[in-house]
């Protein structure tokens, strides 16, 4: 048996085939975990839980029938999950981050976005949209009015992929170290970057704090974590 990692599946109508995947995926791959986790933007796009579609409910029947113990984090693209799709999937909404017992070693989790702090202007709209007050007004929006707002949020993001340098779209190195130490852990693992790759992190001194998996986007592969008793992968798919 083992525990089960993804992150940034992006998962939208306009994309079946990253759907047929992740769909295999669960039968074939996830319904053999002990554990299984998802560490946001599992969505392209979540407008709430109120928001019906025969997509949700394919994508929501789906993760029901796990058995798992299974558990989801909010990224920055469905950060308006909630206790009602939690209820219908049987998933445990994680803090991000989150550190766990993982067969006795502890791991930390994350979506990821956290981490970049070198690129102020997201962070200024990661603080919106992670505030609670600014979701109860965005809930409050009639799903059209939530839908208007997603493009036009997608759009801004788009530019500004266009137009900030790659590294400064990346974590930056101390956020890293600091997360570490302050949770004490040996092995770290998050998305978001879409940069999937097993880096070793050392302290100021170059002490070996541990290593860090950053999970890739699913795009032509899909990537996952499998955590046994004995050792950890990163793995792909072709999609």
Same mark, same amino acid.
């Given at each position: 048996?083992?525990?089960?990692?993804?992150?940034?599946?992006?998962?939208?109508?306009?994309?079946?085939?990253?759907?047929?995947?992740?769909?295999?995926?669960?039968?074939?791959?996830?319904?053999?975990?002990?554990?299984?986790?998802?560490?946001?933007?599992?969505?392209?796009?979540?407008?709430? #839980?109120?928001?019906?579609?025969?997509?949700?409910?394919?994508?929501?029947?789906?993760?029901?029938?796990?058995?798992?113990? *299974?558990?989801?984090?909010?990224?920055? *693209?469905?950060?308006?999950?909630?206790?009602?799709?939690?209820?219908?999937?049987?998933?445990?909404?994680?803090?991000?981050?989150?550190?766990?017992?993982?067969? #006795?070693?502890?791991?930390?989790?994350?979506?990821?976005?956290?981490?970049?702090?070198?690129?102020?202007?997201?962070?200024?709209?990661?603080?919106?949209?992670?505030?609670?007050?600014?979701?109860?007004?965005?809930?409050?929006?009639?799903?059209?009015?939530?839908?208007?707002?997603?493009?036009?949020?997608?759009?801004?993001? *788009?530019?500004?992929?266009?137009?900030?340098?790659?590294?400064?779209?990346?974590?930056?190195?101390?956020?890293?170290? *600091?997360?570490?130490?302050?949770?004490?852990?040996?092995?770290?693992?998050?998305?978001?970057?879409?940069?999937?790759?097993?880096?070793?992190?050392?302290?100021?001194?170059?002490?070996?704090?541990?290593?860090?998996?950053?999970?890739?986007?699913?795009?032509?592969?899909?990537?996952?974590?499998?955590?046994?008793?004995?050792?950890?992968?990163?793995?792909?798919?072709?999609?």
């Amino acid at each position: 048996m083992s525990h089960i990692f993804i992150s940034d599946l992006h998962l939208e109508e306009g994309r079946p085939d990253i759907t047929d995947a992740f769909l295999h995926f669960l039968q074939n791959t996830a319904a053999q975990a002990e554990q299984f986790y998802i560490l946001g933007d599992f969505f392209e796009v979540w407008l709430g #839980d109120d928001h019906k579609s025969s997509f949700n409910d394919t994508i929501i029947n789906a993760l029901a029938a796990l058995t798992m113990p *299974r558990f989801i984090m909010h990224g920055n *693209r469905d950060f308006l999950i909630g206790s009602h799709f939690c209820k219908q999937t049987g998933f445990t909404l994680l803090e991000d981050p989150s550190s766990l017992q993982i067969y #006795d070693q502890p791991v930390l989790l994350m979506h990821g976005d956290c981490l970049c702090t070198e690129d102020q202007e997201y962070m200024k709209v990661r603080r919106t949209a992670r505030d609670p007050d600014f979701q109860r007004q965005l809930l409050a929006k009639s799903i059209e009015e939530r839908a208007a707002f997603a493009s036009h949020a997608r759009g801004q993001s *788009r530019q500004h992929t266009r137009e900030t340098a790659m590294d400064i779209m990346d974590v930056t190195p101390s956020a890293v170290t *600091r997360h570490m130490q302050s949770h004490d852990v040996s092995l770290f693992i998050h998305g978001h970057t879409h940069r999937p790759a097993i880096h070793e992190v050392s302290d100021d001194a170059g002490t070996l704090l541990g290593q860090r998996v950053v999970l890739g986007d699913w795009d032509k592969q899909g990537w996952y974590v499998e955590i046994n008793e004995h050792e950890f992968e990163l793995k792909a798919f072709d999609i």
